[in-house]
């Protein structure tokens, strides 16, 4: 029944790992969202797809890397993982393009890495 | 470039009372306003938007005021209750190339205090 779902939950790694966050909506949205929350409670968007099309890329280090399979799977690839890579990753989704309607946020993902 | 501006940071109220939150935008063209509230832990949730042909909405407690000339937009909470003690992020929609997303102010940590 969740609506947006994102996993894991936790994510503890050392530095220079690599691991991947997956994100599945099942609303029928066109578009999903890569977010990225610090310590600081910051909501800064990382990537948006809309029906599997990038459609923002925000200035990232490309050691992150999204993937949509299909409109209803967005998953986060993070390589050579570093210690400021910390926070929690939230996906989301929303109709349309999403400048007229809200976004629906999954649960997140909190990532530590040590 | 995009901003939203959110003020207070913090903000404490007695059980009761009202609680105001304001931001500013940047974007003369941003035409959608989301407010979202995250409880310790959580997702953020949609508990209200408005958008830009309105100038006031109301859903009982919570009500949000815009005025587009002035470029700002507040959430007003009445009567407030503990269990809106809770971080608020404004939002607004900025453009980013061909699309547009929403860029979300800084938080407010509103505690409401028994």
């Known amino acids: 029944d969740t609506a947006v779902s994102q996993t894991p939950k936790y994510l503890v790694t050392q530095m220079g790992n690599d691991k991947s966050i997956k994100c599945e909506q099942n609303l029928g949205h066109d578009t999903m969202y890569w977010y990225k929350q610090d310590s600081k409670k910051f909501l800064k968007i990382m990537f948006s797809?809309?029906?599997?099309?990038?459609?923002i890329n925000e200035t990232v280090p490309n050691r992150f890397s999204p993937k949509s399979p299909d409109k209803a799977h967005l998953n986060l690839h993070i390589n050579s993982l570093e210690l400021g890579d910390s926070a929690v990753y939230f996906c989301?989704?929303?109709?349309?393009?999403?400048?007229?309607?809200?976004?629906?946020f999954g649960s997140g993902t909190r990532l530590t890495v040590v | 470039g995009e901003n939203v501006e959110q003020h207070p940071s913090t903000l404490s109220v007695q059980e009761g009372d009202s609680a105001v939150i304001k931001c500013t935008y940047s974007d003369s063209a941003s035409n959608y306003f989301p407010w979202y509230k995250q409880e310790l832990g959580k997702r953020p949730q949609l508990i209200i938007d408005i958008r830009s042909n309105v100038g006031e909405k109301k859903d009982q407690r919570i009500a949000v005021t815009l005025n587009k000339t002035a470029k700002h937009f507040s959430l007003h909470i009445t009567e407030t209750q503990p269990e809106d003690s809770a971080v608020y992020f404004c939002a607004a929609t900025f453009s980013s190339g061909s699309a547009r997303q929403l860029t979300f102010g800084s938080g407010t940590q509103l505690t409401v205090l028994p």
């Open positions: 797809y809309n029906n599997k099309e990038l459609i």
């Open positions: 989301a989704s929303s109709q349309g393009r999403g400048y007229y309607y809200g976004y629906t």
